[in-house]
């Protein structure tokens, strides 16, 4: 079974841009969750979604945002860069959302100059 | 106060040796809690996953749940240099809304 994949790997864009990265969940797998992982923050919940719905969010102002796609593909979006959006994205798949095991793709790394 | 604490380490353990590593966590509405491991450059890995109060064990790995503590602990049997990573505590938290991770601690095992 294939696993997570993610798309770009790795990602230099300058401050004001906008980000699209992309997530490709493991087939069958419907929940799709992202996560920003800094050295400063660590790891933290962006959002989740589970058949095109958001369907939690975290503590992120509006300029992130994501979706879903009806086949689990899930893409999420950074307008207006900041130096402090520079980080390791990643995205987890699971069957049906938190309490299954989240399985982790290898990240996208977004440096923002 | 944050909503999931860990000691950052790092832990230092001779090979062979049990490794100990806690979690406090302060939502007392929790009920699911998650032990990842994250190897230098890699993605997170899920260990264990604890529901219930008391002890659960997969091989030599044993999580330990004490709800009115709200305390999670990971413990690490015949630890080998393998071991070595970064251990991540998590919780779903606020009625099952956010995924909290802790910030992790880092344990290396010697040879």
């Known amino acids: 079974k294939a696993g997570v994949t993610q798309t770009p790997r790795y990602l230099i864009k300058t401050r004001g841009q906008q980000v699209t990265l992309s997530c490709s969940p493991i087939s069958g797998h419907r929940s799709v969750s992202w996560y920003q992982q800094t050295p400063g923050q660590g790891l933290q919940f962006l959002f989740e979604y589970f058949s095109e719905t958001q369907r939690n969010k975290g503590n992120f102002p509006g300029r992130f945002s994501g979706r879903q796609f009806s086949n689990s593909r899930s893409e999420m979006n950074v307008s207006t860069l900041e130096l402090g959006d520079s980080a390791l994205y990643l995205c987890a798949s699971s069957s049906s959302g938190f309490t299954d095991t989240q399985y982790f793709g290898p990240g996208t790394r977004l440096t923002v100059l | 106060q944050k909503e999931v604490e860990q000691n950052s380490g790092p832990l230092s353990v001779p090979e062979g040796a049990i490794a100990s590593l806690n979690c406090t966590y302060s939502d007392r509405g929790s009920q699911s809690f998650f032990w990842y491991r994250q190897y230098s450059g890699k993605s997170p890995e899920l260990i264990m996953s604890i529901y219930s109060n008391g002890d659960k064990e997969d091989g030599r790995f044993t999580a330990q749940l004490n709800k009115a503590s709200q305390y999670v602990s990971l413990l690490i049997r015949d630890s080998q240099p393998s071991d070595s990573a970064t251990y991540l505590c998590?919780?779903?938290?606020?009625?099952?809304?956010?995924?909290?991770f802790g910030p992790g601690t880092r344990l290396s095992v010697l040879p």
């Open positions: 998590a919780v779903i938290v606020n009625y099952g809304q956010n995924f909290v």
